[in-house]
């Protein structure tokens, strides 16, 4: 579902990724750690052609992203969705708006958007919010709506940055519970973080980076 194939990235004289090669099974929960800076954020982005390797290949849910056209990128971007740390939710807009703008750039027919809004605000326990701006929400419900983004196209694929970097350690418990119910259901997820309390315990594989490459896999 995602494979590198000796991928390096670099920032001018700066190397981030050296010679990395792994790969995540379809169905697949796993996790990537590191410290900051060790190119976790970067892996990412390279997963949804937000930048491209220097070398190496890509494939991600079937797509070889060195053969990816720019024009493509979006068809790509329809099976992958994305959960950042920031949550970069627009503030002048309600919860079922900023869902449901994924599906309308899609031009989604408005009948279905609301079935598909409100069947993801449902998983999220956030229907009852619907129509409440993000600035009257918690920094769970936050997160929980930009979860809902990402799913609401059905994506094969689920990328989280850092989810929990700004909750509470209760908080962050309740939004794994829904990363593990949206692989449950079949979607692969792949969740960078530097917080071992997130794998711990968990049964999943876990990367781990330093110096730019994979030092070590493990079971968390």
């Not at 829904?178 to 979607?187: E, M, P, S, W």
């Not at 781990?208 to 994979?214: E, I, P, S, W």
Request: aromatic share 6%; charged share 25%; glycine share 8%.
């Amino acid at each position: 579902m995602i494979q590198f194939i000796n991928v390096s990235k670099s920032y001018d004289t700066d190397i981030i990724l050296k010679d990395i090669s792994f790969t995540i099974e379809k169905g697949e929960l796993a996790f990537v750690t590191g410290p900051s800076g060790v190119g976790k954020t970067t892996l990412l982005r390279l997963i949804y052609c937000a930048e491209r390797p220097d070398e190496g290949d890509i494939i991600t849910a079937g797509w070889d992203l060195r053969k990816l056209k720019q024009n493509t990128i979006p068809f790509l971007r329809r099976n992958v969705g994305i959960v950042f740390q920031d949550f970069r939710l627009l503030l002048n807009k309600t919860v079922f708006e900023n869902v449901a703008l994924a599906l309308r750039i899609h031009d989604m027919h408005p009948k279905e958007i609301k079935e598909h809004v409100n069947g993801v605000l449902k998983e999220v326990r956030l229907k009852h919010k619907e129509n409440v701006f993000p600035h009257h929400l918690s920094g769970g419900e936050q997160q929980r709506v930009v979860i809902a983004r990402a799913m609401v196209s059905k994506p094969t694929v689920l990328l989280a940055d850092e989810p929990t970097g700004n909750l509470d350690s209760e908080t962050s418990k309740a939004i794994m519970n829904l990363f593990r119910g949206i692989n449950a259901k079949g979607t692969t997820v792949l969740i960078a973080t530097h917080n071992d309390s997130l794998f711990q315990g968990t049964g999943r594989r876990v990367l781990h980076l330093r110096d730019g490459q994979v030092e070590k896999e493990f079971i968390g």
